[in-house]
């Protein structure tokens, strides 16, 4: 494995400002398209506090496009981080935020209250529809707790990261499992392919009272993810490496678990499991910064991650349209493109 430096502070720089500017470009498309267009000038304008020609614009806008805007751009830069963590720590370059077992979680959770309650699954749908969302994410956010938590516990028992990396899949098969029975015994063909479709992951669900809780929670994980960089930079070269240089494993191991299954939590109880995003953007950053340095790497993954989740979520509402594609299958018809050119082109930089 080559490590990249990457020591070229000002084409990092320039690259991140034209990633941002790309940003805040795509912000305004996506605000602009849908399935009704409207003129950037009246995007820019309601934005700036003022009003648009049609009054119904202005609604459009800040209750039902703008959450969806922040929403990607929050869950693309979060995945992407986690994705970039543990693809670093377990030295895989097939891992992601879910792989050891978030999403499990948080479908096992959701399908609990579900089968749990009495009319379960038409509050489950009407929940989906735009109702009352507080169950709904709260047993997503606790069965991902309580997966991820299995998880760092072992951490403290097991050294080797393979090892644990196996754990976490077990675990995370066998929460898959127990969703599979309690589908088998849902009461209608309605309620299983409502709950598939929450399985497919959106941004339109939330609304501003869910970012209270979402934007200071990912934000905040993100700024203490800067504080396994030098560990991480360390792991790239193996543990025994990262040792000699001081490290201590078992706490950059927790921190590093922590923070990522925190915002992978997080996203996935507010957005439903979203694939392919922390698998692809790594990589893709690693690629056009030619680096692995995860001072570089990190600030990359934030702003990659949401440029591509942006573009994924204008895609999926399919502008000019009233209906939707399912979210993770337009992020897999985008990343696996673009993994598979940037490693054929071998232009992974430090790829792990």
Known sequence: MTVVSGRNPARTALLLSALLIACVVSVAIAIAVGSEWIPLHDVVSILAGGHSADPGWDFIVREVRLPRVVTALLAGAALSVAGLQMQTLFRNALADPYVLGANSGASLGVAVVVMASGASWAGFTSGLAGGSRTVTVLAAALGAAVVLGVVLIMAHWVR???????VGVMVGAVTASMVSVLIVYASTPESVQQFLKWGMGSFSNTVWSDMWVFIPLVAGTAVLCFATARSLNALLLGENYARSMGVDLRWARTLTLASSALMTGVVTAYCGPIGFLGLVVPHLTRGLFRSSNHRTLIPGCVVVGALLALWCSILSELPGNDHSLPLNAVTAIIGAPIVITVLVRGRVGGAV
């Open 160 to 166: 080797n990261a393979v090892v644990l990396l196996l």
